[in-house]
C-alpha cells in the first residue's frame, strides 16, 4: 500500500509540474529538510547541492520570504532537522564546497547525546548522536544559520502551557549563549503545531516557524507557518527536481481529499 502510494504521489506531481510550469509563470520560494546524511548518501547528496547550485538561487532559510529573487524561477532554502553529527561529517564539506548556506534546527537538551526521542524501528538516523556545543558555535562561526527545534524533541500540540512555554523559551536561551546572537526560528518537532503552539513561539521571541507541510513559500505564508518539502540523498533526482520545483505541493491536496473523505464516511 506504501509503494503505490508513492507511485500515486508521483505520477500526481509529475502532472502538477507540468501545469504549474505551462500557466504559473511566477518565481517559486521553497524550502528543503534533511534529517541525517550518511556516508552511503554522500554521492546522492552531492548530486542534489550541485543541480541546487546550477538551477536555483540558494539562500540562507531566514531569508527564504524576504530575499529578492533576481532571475532564478526558484529560491530554494537547505535546513536539517534534530542536528545530528552525520551532518558535519558528511554535508557540510559538501555545502561548503557549493559555497551554499543552510540552516540546523538543534534540539538543545540533547546535544554530544545519543537520540532520546523515539525513533520507528527501522529509521536509518535511530542511532544517530546530536552535536555537541562546539560543534554548534563552529557552524554558526562558518555562517550557517543555527535554530530552535525546542529542547527535548515533544509532540509541542500535545504537552501543557508550561511545558510549552520552557521548552521554546529555554532552547532559544541556551541556544543564544552558544552562538552568542538572537535566535529567531524554530522548527516543530514532528511537525506538530497548532495556533496555540504558533502563540507561544510568538511569544518566545521567534519570527519564524517551520512546519513539514509541503508547501511553497508566498507573500501570503504565515511567517510561523512556512512549509517545507522532507528530501532524502536517497531519493532519485527525477523526484527530488519534482520537490524543488514544488510539484510536492500535491501531496498536501491528497491530504486534504483523504481528509474530506473520511470525514465523510465518519
Known amino acids: 500500500m506504501g509503494r503505490l502510494k508513492e507511485i500515486m504521489e508521483f505520477i500526481l506531481a509529475v502532472f502538477y509540474a ?6 504559473d509563470k511566477k518565481p517559486r520560494r521553497v524550502v528543503l529538510y534533511y534529517h541525517g546524511i550518511n556516508r552511503a548518501d554522500v554521492k546522492g547528496f552531492t548530486k542534489q ?39 558535519i561529517e558528511n554535508a557540510v564539506p559538501i555545502l561548503k ?30 542511532n544517530e548522536t546530536v552535536m555537541t556545543q562546539g560543534q554548534i558555535a563552529e557552524l554558526d562561526n562558518d555562517g550557517f544559520e543555527i535554530f530552535s527545534h525546542t529542547l527535548s524533541h515533544p509532540v509541542l500540540t500535545e504537552v501543557e502551557d508550561s ?15 552558544i552562538v552568542g546572537h538572537q535566535v529567531s526560528a524554530i522548527s516543530y518537532p514532528h511537525g506538530a503545531y497548532d495556533t496555540r503552539v ?11 516557524g517551520f512546519t513539514i507541510q509541503p508547501t511553497m513559500v508566498d507573500s501570503a505564508t504565515d511567517h510561523l507557518k512556512i512549509g517545507r518539502f522532507l528530501v532524502s540523498a536517497k531519493e532519485s533526482m527525477v523526484k527530488f527536481k519534482l520537490k524543488v520545483s514544488g510539484a510536492y505541493e500535491v501531496r498536501m491536496y491528497l491530504q486534504s481529499i483523504r481528509r474530506l473523505f473520511l470525514g465523510g464516511f465518519s
Open 18 to 23: 507540468l501545469v504549474v510550469n505551462l500557466f
Open 49 to 87: 547541492m550541485a543541480y541546487l547550485t546550477q538551477k536555483c538561487s540558494v539562500v540562507k532559510p531566514s531569508k527564504i520570504k524576504s530575499a529578492h529573487i533576481d532571475g532564478a524561477k526558484i529560491l530554494a532554502a537547505i535546513t536539517f532537522d534534530d542536528a545530528f553529527v552525520s551532518i
Open 97 to 126: 564546497e557549493h559555497r551554499l548556506p543552510a540552516g540546523i534546527f538543534v534540539p538543545t537538551g540533547n546535544l554530544g547525546q545519543p537520540l532520546r526521542w523515539k525513533m520507528p524501528e527501522n529509521c536509518p538516523d535511530k
Open 163 to 177: 511545558r510549552l512555554e520552557a521548552e521554546l523559551v529555554n532552547s532559544k536561551r541556551a541556544l543564544e549563549r
Open 198 to 208: 504558533c502563540r507561544f513561539a510568538k511569544k518566545a521571541g521567534y519570527r519564524l
